[in-house]
């Protein structure tokens, strides 16, 4: 990637180090729709999985990277070949692609993780950066826990991994160990030390364990770090990652301290982005989240507020407008046209060919004649809906009928699911009218997971809320998410546990394809 000096490429990595901290895993179609806001918000690479680590991952990477246009779609390895191969498997027939191989280099992990010395650790990256440049020309390399591993080592094997071939060197600083001025000397050290440092990007990627990622990830720029891998919302392994929003916001907003430094973020869409993630990962974004939480840019003591009112700069050093906080002024009901819906689709940066306008249409006027007035992010989450249904979805929820009250009375479901072609109804009781539904669904589906969390959240506000269930649960030992959205809950609740069986039949269906192959 040709840059200029002053350009910081912000490598997002909410897909990867975000996900592996969810309690339960996105499905590939919720990391497409989080992959196509990241292009949209204009991030430079995505870290789109680790491809090796599941076949829902590896699918999600091929299909991430087959989708967007712009950014660049990246997988994970470790020094490892199976990984290595597995990452070019994902991505194979894509023009432009990056291999990001890693290993442990500091003395706790080489010796008591991965029971080898040094030298071998040496051997290992830079036979797999060579390994990797057969495949791309774009190689990552990461020394975990770059933080606390000795400099000497650190300097040897940065020197090494770039004349092996790697064209970013990323330092970590894994467990989030660093103060600001520590972690900016290991750059400069390594600026000073290692020969051929100015064949390759340096690159940082801080988390947050002692609330300093963002300060440490903007320090490294000052002493030539050219790279920020950070995650929406700040998501990320333990007290997380830096959050793309506070680098990308830090950055633009002290130019005059940074010297010109600058990113391609295109920071109207933060706050939208921010959402997106948030409900789809399910993971409520803290009011107080810089840039991005609800209070954010409210000013609540009255000499605050007077000082606003008179000159906003005065307690305001960003403006809600600029992260893309707006008022919603989309009416759209029953009598909008499909032209409508399209303009609106495409102020949101979906482009007519991500969606079909005609099953997102019949959606929205079907939630239109029961909600009255459909807003943008409902229109968003219908988008999003329908790119799952376009999947080969084996379920499919035809009509529910409940019968519930007080104490009196045996909550009892009535479910029609299309299974495949057919069409098949159960009925059943249950200890409350969606525990009733589930057990019909449980039936219907033959699938028995075990349901680890279940959460009810109005999206949107008063009246106009819909009910979003999101629901865990583990099967053969792995964890699957599932979510839906309807204005009726017991509704919501059946969508999800349906959308997370679906996932389920999808690995199950993978699994065995795998082992046909084996
Ligand atoms: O925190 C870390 O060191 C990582 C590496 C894989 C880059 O996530
Ligand atoms: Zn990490």
């Known amino acids: 990637m040709a840059q200029d000096k002053n350009r910081i490429i912000i490598f997002d990595t909410t897909l990867r180090d975000g996900e592996q901290a ?15 806001s990241l292009e949209q918000l204009g991030v430079d690479v995505i870290e789109a999985g680790f491809p090796i680590s599941s076949p829902g991952d590896m699918e999600a990477c091929r299909t991430i990277a087959q989708t967007l246009k ?11 070949e199976k990984d290595i191969d597995a990452c070019y498997e994902a991505f194979k027939g894509i023009d432009h692609f990056r291999i990001h191989t890693f290993i442990a280099t500091s003395d706790i992990h080489v010796q008591d993780k991965l029971k080898k010395g040094f030298d ?3 051997a290992m990256a830079i036979s797999s950066v060579k390994r990797a440049r057969n495949y791309t020309d774009d190689v990552e390399f990461s020394c975990e826990d770059a933080g606390r591993t000795p400099i000497d080592h650190l300097c040897r094997i940065v020197e090494a991994a770039i004349r092996a071939g790697a064209t970013t060197v990323n330092i970590p600083d894994t467990v989030g160990y660093t103060f600001p001025l520590q972690f900016g000397h290991i750059i400069e050290t ?55 929003e506070e680098v990308v916001m830090a950055i633009k907003t002290r130019q005059d301290f940074l010297n010109g430094l600058y990113t391609n ?105 029961r909600k009255g007035q459909v807003f943008d992010y409902d229109l968003e989450a219908l988008l999003f809906f329908s790119h799952d249904e376009e999947e080969d979805t084996q379920f499919e929820l035809n009509s529910l009928n409940v019968i519930a009250g007080d104490k009196n009375i045996i909550p ?82 059946a969508l999800a546990l349906i959308n997370a069986y679906n996932s389920i039949y999808r690995a199950q269906i993978i699994e065995k394809e795998k082992k046909e192959e084996e």
């Open 190 to 244: 390594l600026f000073n030390r290692v020969p051929n440092i100015d064949k390759a990007t340096i690159s940082v990627h801080c988390h947050n364990d002692l609330g300093m990622a963002t300060a440490n990830s903007l320090t490294a720029l000052s002493f030539g770090a050219r790279q920020i891998e950070c995650a929406v919302n700040g998501l990320g392994e333990r007290a997380g990652n830096c959050p793309l």
């Open 70 to 80: 712009e950014t660049t779609v990246c997988g994970l390895s470790r020094c490892v």
């Open 22 to 36: 969810l309690q339960a895993s996105l499905s590939p179609r919720q990391k497409l729709q989080i992959a196509m």
């Open 412 to 493: 009892t479901a009535s479910v029609k699911i299309k299974i495949g072609k057919r069409l098949r109804t159960e009925s059943g009781t249950g200890n409350g009218p969606i525990d009733a539904v589930f057990n019909c669904i449980t039936r219907l589906t033959g699938i028995k997971g075990e349901l680890t969390a279940f959460t009810i959240n109005a999206k949107g506000s008063g009246m106009n809320a819909q009910g979003q269930v999101d629901v865990d649960v583990k099967y053969n030992n792995r964890q699957y998410h599932g979510k839906g959205l309807s204005t009726d809950v017991i509704e919501a609740s």
């Open 120 to 122: 071998d650790v040496l």
């Open 265 to 369: 973020i295109k920071a109207q869409n933060i706050a939208r982005t921010a959402q997106i993630v948030s409900g789809i990962t399910n993971e409520p974004i803290p009011s107080h989240k810089p840039i991005v939480g609800s209070n954010a840019f409210a000013h609540s003591s009255g000499i605050h507020q007077d000082g606003v009112l008179k000159n906003r700069n005065t307690y305001e050093i960003i403006t809600p407008e600029s992260v893309g906080f707006k008022e919603n002024n989309l009416h759209m009901t029953a009598r909008s046209g499909r032209h409508m819906i399209k303009a609106c689709l495409e102020k949101l940066g979906y482009h007519e060919g991500t969606y079909d306008l005609n099953d997102v249409y019949a959606r929205f006027l079907r939630l239109a004649d």
